[in-house]
């Protein structure tokens, strides 16, 4: 199944429905719901809307009306890392859980529903990245990109692409692109020829405190300023600008300490 899109002109992409695979959802288990959800009002323009609570109070952000990203309050008998988190769309969540173990990975929580929101697992890679699994019901997953505050790209920062990328591929059944080059490991990641999602080998320097993680990129309209605002609500810079193929970049931290990063598209 393809994706469903309509265009939204000026206002961005809106989306119908995500292709199994494909990055649907990011959502973001904190400790202090309330102020986390000042932080990103302040820097992103995002409204609220309360529910569905499958693990407790959960609320969804909205951009012009369209759900863009979720913010949860991080169970205490859970110990998942505060950090944003992918989910990757299913037809069966329980079918995908299955072949998650079978190809090496973990099942940390579920499959359990959503209530009638839909259905989803949270999972962990054979190299102990976490990402979650979406069955989409009446939430179909994030409904507006290509504006300032959505979810622009999500990457993989692992050791290395070799093992990792075979258990993506098996799992969703992605086509892999990788970057030929001796010194950068990079897979794409490809739904129905599209690129979707990045893995980038980075080897030892790889954070010792976070090991393998994911990380969402949001778009801005301008990272040095977004950066900065950022840090003047609480948060702080973690990686200097650079340049990618995505635009001008920054990584920043919320006040929590969960990281993602901004991106400002070239040109």
Not at 11 to 24: D, I, Q
Not at 117 to 122: D, E, F, K, S
Request: hydrophobic share 40%.
């Amino acid at each position: 199944m393809t994706e469903a899109r309509g265009s939204a002109g000026p206002s961005g992409t809106t989306h119908k429905r995500h292709a199994p695979g494909t990055p649907c959802w990011v959502s973001l288990m904190v400790h202090a719901m309330a102020p986390t959800q000042d932080f990103y009002r302040a820097l992103f323009g995002w409204d609220f809307r309360p529910g569905p609570q499958p693990l407790g109070p959960y609320v969804r952000a909205l951009l012009d009306g369209y759900e863009v990203a979720g913010i949860g309050r991080l169970p205490l008998d859970r110990h998942l890392p505060i950090a944003w988190t992918p989910y990757l769309g299913s037809h069966d969540v329980d079918a995908t859980a299955e072949q998650v173990r079978s190809c090496g990975g973990t099942v940390g929580v579920g499959p359990l529903d959503a209530a009638e929101a839909g259905r989803l697992a949270i999972a962990c890679d054979p190299a102990g990245a976490v990402f979650g699994i979406w069955q989409a019901a009446d939430h179909l997953g994030t409904g507006l990109t290509g504006v300032s505050g959505t979810p622009v790209w999500n990457e993989l920062l692992t050791y290395d692409t070799a093992g990792v990328a075979k258990f993506y591929q098996t799992v969703f059944g992605y086509e892999e692109e990788p970057v030929v080059s001796p010194d950068f490991d990079y897979v794409t990641l490809h739904v129905d020829g599209r690129p979707v999602a990045g893995i980038h080998g980075v080897g030892h320097t790889l954070p010792r405190d976070r090991g393998a993680h994911w990380m969402t990129y949001f778009q801005v309209s301008d990272a040095d300023k977004t950066a900065e605002r950022a840090a003047e609500l609480g948060g702080h810079i973690v990686r200097a600008l650079c340049t990618t193929a995505l635009g001008r970049m920054i990584t920043v931290a919320d006040p929590e300490g969960a990281t993602f990063s901004v991106v400002s598209p070239l040109g």
